[in-house]
């Protein structure tokens, strides 16, 4: 370990220059390796706005996701695909869908199945970067869905056993004899939501050493010297008189304890107290960093048994920071976190009138940063605020700085940043203290070697992963070139060599929709391997429950027109919502523009392929060798030569193998031949040339492929999709269609002009009531804000 210590020390200095010669080796080693390891390690942080937090069966999830820089929280054009799924209570996902990212924005729409029970279900969304951390970094957010159409118990949470989750977290990580340490504690109850309580310690003679009780959401705190060769336990007592026992934390004879507070308004004291038994002189280290930035360094020696550490507030960033101790061996002995106020949050303003009447049009100025940025993005949904909405909507600003990047679930996170004081500070301290930070491991920063990861970010496109196995023993194949094309147009093949361990991966681009692929190797030389296709959703779960299910029967005629005002609008508004046509930047096929191309109908026709060939085609010779046909081209580069095995030869982009196949094929389904006459380099492969056969659908015009080619559904990256609303301009206003729509506008994509303006434009539907204008979004500079307003829409006068 000395030996490897020393190597880093020098492999620092001679990164970081002869200014670090004096300071200490190990130092200037965790320098490097914690550059090394953020430098690679970067942090996508993911946000979605759902259009509304409560849902029928049969609606639509109108969403918005915002991909952002985990340390500066400025749009990161890193991913181009997110995933997002919608999990029931045991994680299984009963609705899943890709989309699109630019420039780390991205929408899209999830359509709720009948077939959903009712009940509190998880929105989550990532990409495929983030699945190399831990699923508590995926961004959640709770939903409800109801099904009216099926008898659902609405007050299925209160027939649940009572049961609590108490946990208590030392400052610092541990508990050690003699050492007074601050205990924190948290303390929830099935729906999530912190309980009222009063509690006490007790220790094995079950006498009372501490009480204590929570100060907000179930979370406070209280101080404790604990005594050695004793052990406590916890008990607590209900707000209706039940008395609960838990497990208190371990008393260790030996370590370390850490103390954080302010120590004035500029400096932060870290305080390290340490009771080892160790002759030799004992070194701590400390690093504190905010997600991942702002790194600073510190070494100290624990004489008398302490150590203290001050800390520029000055050069940690905003937000949450963490602060770690660690040992002579860089192994982390005490950790916890600090927070730093935001000083600026986006200033979002939207004038519109308070009243309106039904079919009428709203015009909303909005205003959001103006002078604090250059241009802000923004999401902005309107939809009828009836009692059933009981769960507020998240804001953006408070997951950023706090949801984001602690542990579990943040009961009300706006109280932390509402009315600062004394009082939310010390309360904000106490959630630091009960949320560890959750996106990194120690020992992958400090473990010796460069970090690696599996899934790589899909900077291009889609990666479709696979295995090739041997269909006799399901062994993998190793070293097999494998091809993967759809029915597309213009045609696309993606191809890949699977590795050791028989895997293989393509990176398809502008993969839209559902389609149907084909996979296989090179049937004329293999045909005994088969392919298994990994699904590309995560398999991992972040350890957040889903609350508990409950619903108001005294809303239950609030919920009958809901469902009819939802059944009217599947009944007389388009079903499916008018998809965005793309541009097509590249109508050309993978291989570029074609040396020659024939279209067939410009020739006399003859009644078989082998004819078509011969008499038309110029850049094909057409050989016949022991029965066999065999397709040669000429090499353009070398003038009268011609290459000696057979081209890539693709129908409607689809790879064959078997040259007696094209040679049957009826030429009157044929539109156009393409020829590629040199050598084509497709990833680790080549061919001597390409011939692309064209059917007048695109269908294979009837060609049936060989059995050993695996054929499957599978969808792609959703279609962009406008949301559809009626306009009532002229004699619209007029028409006896009913319009009972309950999301009056869904706009994904406002974004601000230099002056900090925007308008939006939508029509009231035929529903009265009284409607939430919820707008959130992000300036360029990384600043996030949300604004609500409401507004009365009264019936429309006959």
Request: net charge neutral; glycine share 6%; with cysteine.
């Amino acid at each position: 370990m000395k030996l490897r210590t020393f190597i880093y020390g020098l492999l620092a200095l001679a990164f970081l220059g002869p200014s670090y010669a004096q300071d200490d080796a190990m130092l200037a080693s965790m320098q490097q390796r914690f550059g090394l390891y953020t430098e690679r390690a970067v942090q996508e942080k993911m946000y979605v706005h759902i259009d509304r937090p409560f849902y029928l069966v049969g609606e639509t999830i109108w969403f918005k996701a915002y991909n952002l820089n985990g340390s500066t929280h400025k749009f990161l054009d890193l991913s181009k695909i997110a995933y997002l799924e919608v999990l029931d209570s045991e994680n299984n996902a009963v609705m899943q869908t890709k989309f699109s990212l630019v420039d780390g924005r991205g929408n899209g729409v999830a359509l709720i199945p009948s077939t959903l029970v009712s009940g509190k279900y998880k929105v989550r969304c990532y990409t495929n970067w983030m699945k190399n951390f831990s699923a508590d970094n995926y961004f959640e957010t709770p939903i409800a869905i109801v099904n009216p159409f099926v008898r659902f118990d609405p007050d299925r949470a209160s027939k649940e056993e009572t049961r609590y989750d108490v946990q208590f977290f030392p400052e610092g990580g541990r508990l050690v004899s003699g050492i007074e340490s601050k205990v924190a504690f948290r303390a929830v109850g099935t729906d999530g939501k912190g309980i009222r309580f009063k509690g006490t310690i007790l220790n094995q003679q079950n006498e009372t050493v501490r009480e204590f009780e929570p100060e907000i959401n179930g979370i406070g705190y209280f101080t404790l010297k604990p005594e050695a060769n004793n052990t406590y336990k916890a008990a607590i007592t209900d707000s209706q008189g039940k008395r609960f026992e838990y497990e208190f934390p371990k008393v260790e004879p030996q370590g370390f304890v850490m103390e954080v507070k302010d120590s004035t308004s500029a400096l932060v004291k870290v305080t390290v107290t340490a009771r080892i038994e160790s002759d030799d002189p004992v070194i701590v280290y400390m690093l504190a960093h905010t997600r991942q930035a702002n790194a600073v360094f510190g070494k100290k020696g624990v004489g008398k048994g302490k150590a203290v550490f001050l800390l520029d507030k000055a050069k940690l960033g905003e937000g949450i920071s963490q602060i770690t101790i660690f040992n002579d061996r860089l192994k982390p002995v005490c950790e916890r976190l600090y927070f730093k106020r935001p000083t600026k949050q986006l200033t979002i303003d939207a004038e519109l009138g308070k009243s309106f009447i039904g079919r009428e049009k709203v015009a909303m100025n909005i205003s959001a940063g103006a002078g604090q940025a250059a241009w802000s993005n923004l999401s902005v949904a309107v939809y009828l605020d009836d009692s059933i909405q009981y769960q507020p909507q998240q804001d953006i600003h408070n997951y950023l700085w706090l949801t984001a990047d602690l542990r579990g679930d943040v009961e009300n996170p706006a109280h932390y940043f509402q009315n600062v004081n004394k009082d939310t500070d010390r309360q904000l301290d106490n959630l630091m203290l009960t949320h560890g930070w959750r996106r990194m491991k120690w020992d992958k920063v400090f473990g010796g070697q460069l970090v690696s990861f599996e899934h790589l970010p899909e900077y291009d496109g889609h990666f479709i992963h696979a295995r090739v196995l041997n269909k006799a023993d399901g062994k993998p194949a190793v070293n097999r070139d494998a091809y993967l094309a759809s029915l597309d147009v213009p045609a696309r093949l993606y191809v890949d060599m699977s590795d050791k361990e028989g895997r293989v991966k393509f990176e398809v681009r502008q993969f839209t929709g559902p389609k149907e692929i084909t996979l296989q190797t090179n049937l004329g030389m293999d045909t005994t391997y088969r392919f298994e296709v990994a699904n590309p959703f995560s398999r991992q779960f972040s350890t957040n429950p889903v609350p508990s299910f409950y619903f108001d029967k005294t809303l239950e005629n609030q919920l009958l027109a809901r469902s009819i005002n939802m059944q009217t609008a599947n009944a007389y508004l388009p079903r499916v919502y008018a998809e965005k046509k793309a541009v097509l930047t590249d109508s050309l096929p993978f291989f570029g523009m074609p040396d020659e191309k024939y279209f067939l109908d410009d020739f006399t026709r003859f009644p078989t392929m082998e004819e078509v060939l011969r008499e038309y085609v110029k850049g094909i010779l057409v050989r016949r060798r022991q029965k066999e046909f065999h397709l040669r081209m000429i090499d353009k580069l070398l003038p009268n030569t011609y290459y000696t095995t057979d081209p890539l030869m693709l129908l409607d982009g689809i790879p064959i193998f078997d040259a007696d196949k094209i040679i049957e094929m009826d030429p009157l389904k044929v539109k156009k031949i393409e020829l590629l006459s040199s050598r084509y380099f497709l990833g680790p492969m080549t061919f001597t040339g390409i011939v692309s056969f064209s059917t007048y659908r695109g269908d294979l015009g009837g060609f049936e492929l060989d059995p050993k080619v695996l054929v499957m559904p599978y969808e792609g990256v959703q279609a962009q999709r406008e949301f559809y609303a009626p306009r009532y301009d002229g004699n619209n206003a007029n028409s006896r269609i009913a319009d009972f729509r309950n999301l009056l506008h869904w706009a994904p994509n406002v974004t601000t002009g230099k002056d900090g303006k925007a308008t939006v434009e939508f029509y009231t539907s035929d529903q009265a009531g009284r409607y939430q204008v919820v707008i959130q979004g992000i300036a360029a500079d990384g600043t996030a804000g949300s604004k609500t307003v409401s507004f009365d829409v009264k019936k429309r006068p006959l």
